[in-house]
């Protein structure tokens, strides 16, 4: 029996309902299985990313792609080779080494000079001096040797004897000599204790538990609260010297940001929610200014306030505050290279172990950065106009080239990963990144502050957290005062010594500013 027309038209119909209904759902599948696809390929960049941080070598160092040994500048290349042979490098035993006499011949560095000599002479006994033709050797010169020895440090109490003095014809009149004027002075610390307490601690990490334990070997009870109180106690006679540094840094025309987190326990907020060190770093070689400051958040307001009255450029990384507080104080606002470089490692980090070697959009666009850093590094030393002149002549074409690359890759990279995140962040702060070409004074990033930071995100590590917003204040001027010294090419615990023991007398603004680390460094 034949089917109808209509019901084989029908069943032709349907068919294609079915088909069609088929096809949406295949599409829709496969629309699925890519975006799964999509986000287990960010996961797994994420996920290598990870453990590169975590596991991998915190430096930011390329492996060499093919066609790509132009990425490393000499010094590198000769360490990476150096490694990769077995070859132990010739490196100074000791910075206290000085250079070796151009006399041409090969040998040690002596030891330097300024170290104290305690001399050790051998002698040959009354026996061994007799020649066997029965005649005594007469001395005619000596071999020296020099070895680098080390005293451990020693406690000691400092007694102040203060005379009195009387009248033998009135016995009325009785006089006692005054005690030098004190930094803390209900205390028993000596400015000498004090500047090894803030060195070890702000200089060299060690935490204040670390350090009691470090008295008590010597027979000395110096618990952590006491320590603690000390430094908080600073404070307040440090504050002048810090307020000078505070005015010359909104003075000198282009500043520095930038923040990191620290934990403080005992605060108006929740003890594991986020605070904020920031640091501004200012002025030229030796004449440097760092200045740390805490702040319980990482709001504009924060960023407004530190770079109030200021005038000319702030150059800092991308994080948004900093620039409507750029635009609010009417400062120029300079980007960061370091931080478009980091990204793009970041995206290198991502790949997987056996594309990190291959030639990528990735090394590519860090090879072009570091032709920037190149020039930076071949200039530094010159003056302004010949800087400009050279950034004019060199840098700027190369701007021009990375800007047209980076543009072409945006368009075709997907935007999600980590390489077009990198992509995104270049082209989006082009306009700040490219300001440093303006003007000579300006550097090509923020890592001078990055380094100021680095300290502290070390001391961090040790200590964990601060107990009290005083303790995170005291601490901010503390790092301050050391940074600032160390900046300025001083010893750390020699300054604070002589810090210590002459800032009471300071009386007038000349006497303050007279302490300041780079006024210590004119003299």
């Known amino acids: 029996m034949l089917e109808s027309p209509s019901i084989g038209a029908e069943s032709a119909l349907n068919a294609l309902d079915r088909a069609a209904l088929l096809e949406a759902e295949c599409s829709d599948l496969r629309a699925r299985i890519e975006a799964r696809d999509q986000r287990i390929r960010l996961l797994e960049e994420a996920l290598r990313v990870l453990k590169a941080n975590t596991y991998g070598p915190s430096r930011e160092r390329l492996s060499a792609a093919p066609g790509q040994a132009e990425l490393f500048n000499e010094i590198e290349a000769t360490l990476e080779v150096a490694e990769a042979v077995g070859i132990e490098p010739e490196l100074a035993a000791t910075p206290l080494r000085e250079e070796k006499p151009s006399t041409g011949k090969p040998g040690r560095s002596k030891l330097a000079s300024h170290l104290p000599r305690v001399e050790i002479r051998h002698e040959l006994t009354e026996t061994e001096r007799r020649c066997e033709c029965g005649g005594e050797l007469a001395e005619i010169g000596a071999e020296v040797s020099e070895q680098l020895d080390y005293v451990p440090a020693k406690v000691q109490v400092l007694r102040h004897v203060r005379v009195k003095y009387a009248c033998p014809g009135c016995e009325q009149c009785v006089k006692t000599a005054a005690l030098p004027e004190h930094i803390l002075p209900k205390t028993n610390a000596s400015p000498g204790l004090l500047a090894q307490l803030v060195t070890s601690k702000y200089v060299d990490s060690l935490p204040l538990y670390r350090q009691e334990a470090m008295f008590e070997r010597h027979g000395v009870r110096l618990p952590r609260a006491t320590q603690a109180a000390w430094m908080v106690g600073l404070t307040a006679p440090l504050q002048p010297l810090l307020n000078l540094m505070d005015e010359r840094l909104r003075c000198s ?190 550097a090509i990033d923020t890592n001078l502050a990055e380094n100021a930071i680095r300290p502290f995100a070390l001391g961090r590590r040790n200590w964990l957290f601060a107990d009290t917003v005083k303790g995170a204040k005291a601490s901010a001027a503390l790092y301050s005062i050391v940074s600032t010294a160390r900046a300025n090419g001083l010893e750390p615990y020699a300054y604070l010594r002589r810090l210590f023991a002459e800032l009471p007398r300071a009386k007038t603004v000349a006497d303050f500013e007279a302490l300041l680390p780079f006024s210590t460094v004119a003299a």
């Open 253 to 442: 025309g282009y500043i520095r940001i930038d923040e990191t987190r620290v934990q403080v326990l005992h605060s108006d907020k929740a003890p594991s929610a986020l605070h904020w060190m920031w640091v501004r770093v200012a002025g030229p070689k030796q004449q440097r200014i760092i200045l740390f400051d805490y702040a319980p958040s990482r709001g504009g307001e924060v960023a407004d306030a530190l770079i109030e009255g200021c005038s000319g450029y702030l150059q800092s990384d991308g994080y948004q505050a900093y620039e409507g507080a750029s635009e609010r104080a009417g400062l120029v606002h300079v980007g960061c290279f370091a931080h478009a470089r980091r990204r793009f490692f970041e995206a290198l980090k991502a790949l997987p172990n056996a594309q990190r070697k291959q030639a990528s959009a990735a090394h590519e666009a860090v090879r072009r950065i570091d032709a920037l850093y190149l020039i930076e590094r071949q200039i530094k030393d010159l003056g302004d106009a010949e800087r400009a002149r050279i950034r004019t002549a060199e840098a700027l074409p190369q701007l021009a080239s990375l800007h047209e690359w980076a543009s072409k890759m945006q368009h075709e990279t997907m935007p999600s990963g980590k390489l077009g995140e990198a992509l995104g962040y270049l082209i989006t702060q082009w306009s700040k990144l490219v300001r440093y070409v303006e003007d000579p004074r300006l």
